[in-house]
């Protein structure tokens, strides 16, 4: 789909003449959050933005909310009933005048430099088509959780004296950003990290509708297809993902959605998409993913009566092997008959331990880019 950009206007302060960013926030009934992620854009260092606020029919006062926020930046429409998140930032889009687009949802938070990390690559490359980091997990309080994907702090690298030393952070091996990972699901495809050059999205296109949950991870595929090389990951954490029951992707009555819609960006993966020849032998671990994200997400959320149902599935997939889902699935399975106290301990133990088995390491993974081997 071809979108006709806006005609930019002349920059009329040194502010405004970096390039115009926007944030497209797709809401329902978030007002117990919305403000403190609105008020985490207006923190951002970098000036030049504007936040497009696509409002999928809130019966809270989250318009009331927005209201409240008096900067000419933010721009709010209401929305009759869409139903699915892909359909909510394609409105809003759709309405999208910046040279950059960055994306935020209404219960998470930026930090104040999130704009400025993003876009400092894409400003200073052109051979850049995107950006992306990490995300800190916070709960529905805002308090620390323990991040899944754990950035090593290494020495500090040496610096000349205008410059002092920084601490060198890195990925743990596992975390690779690399096509492989990609097709398995494995690496981090979450759209607040996210910052894309608008000339890229129009070539990408829209967020695909007929998804409903994992329609970020799609459009992550889509744009490592259109230039794999282009994309950049940066060894950092760039925004705080809030972790809470009413989120969509940790409710339990929307998991099976959530498996369809993972499920039909497999069949097209592996019979549509252009993927690198060498990764299609691993079709059976790609779809072994999706069920094994699931399943751990529905232990992590207390749900194991779930996570066993999605375990089990995994030996009647025909796209996957039985070794395939005995080594993937088979211990999620039986974590899923433990005591939830228990299974907690054992998910702390081995996050402990992945952490220093990482640190052990005396040099870095090389840099993360889409283009790694």
Not at 67 to 90: M, W
Not at 218 to 235: I, T
Not at 298 to 326: C, M, V, Y
Request: charged share 20%.
């Amino acid at each position: 789909m071809t979108i006709v950009p806006h005609p930019a206007s002349p920059p009329t302060t040194p502010e405004q003449a970096l390039p115009l960013v926007s944030i497209i926030m797709p809401t329902h009934n978030a007002a117990a959050y919305i403000g403190q992620s609105i008020q985490s854009v207006l923190n951002q260092t970098y000036p030049n933005w504007e936040l497009l606020i696509a409002d999928d029919a809130s019966t809270d006062e989250t318009g009331h909310i927005v209201a409240s926020f008096n900067d000419v930046r933010i721009h709010y429409q209401k929305l009759a009933r869409v139903g699915h998140p892909a359909g909510v930032r394609n409105a809003a889009l759709r309405h999208a005048k910046g040279e950059l687009i960055a994306f935020l949802d209404s219960d998470d938070l930026y930090y104040p430099d999130t704009l400025a990390k993003l876009s400092t690559p894409l400003l200073n490359n052109p051979n850049l088509i995107s950006a992306y980091g990490f995300a800190d997990q916070i709960d529905h309080q805002g308090n620390p959780l323990p991040n899944p994907i754990q950035l090593v702090e290494a020495p500090p690298e040496k610096s000349g004296p205008e410059q002092p030393a920084q601490p060198h952070r890195y990925p743990a091996s596992h975390y690779a950003h690399s096509w492989d990972r990609i097709v398995t699901s494995q690496i981090s495809c979450l759209l607040a990290g996210l910052m894309i050059r608008r000339s890229a999205w129009e070539q990408i296109g829209y967020f695909n509708e007929t998804l409903c949950g994992p329609e970020d991870y799609e459009f992550y595929v889509r744009m490592f297809l259109h230039n794999h090389a282009g994309v950049l990951c940066l060894n950092d954490y760039v925004y705080q993902y809030r972790i809470h029951a009413a989120s969509l992707t940790k409710a339990p009555e929307h998991y099976e959605k959530l498996l369809s819609s993972c499920l039909k960006i497999m069949h097209w993966m592996f019979t549509e998409a252009p993927i690198p020849a060498e990764v299609r032998p691993l079709k059976s671990k790609a779809y072994l993913g999706c069920y094994r994200y699931l399943a751990r997400e529905r232990l992590l959320q207390h749900q194991p009566h779930i996570a066993r149902k999605l375990a089990l599935k995994t030996f009647r997939e025909p796209n996957i092997k039985l070794g395939d889902a005995l080594l993937g699935c088979g211990p999620l399975l039986i974590r899923s008959f433990l005591p939830t106290g228990l299974d907690d301990l054992l998910v702390s133990l081995r996050r402990q331990a992945r952490l220093w088995k990482s640190r052990l390491k005396t040099s870095p993974i090389s840099p993360l880019s889409a283009g790694s081997p």
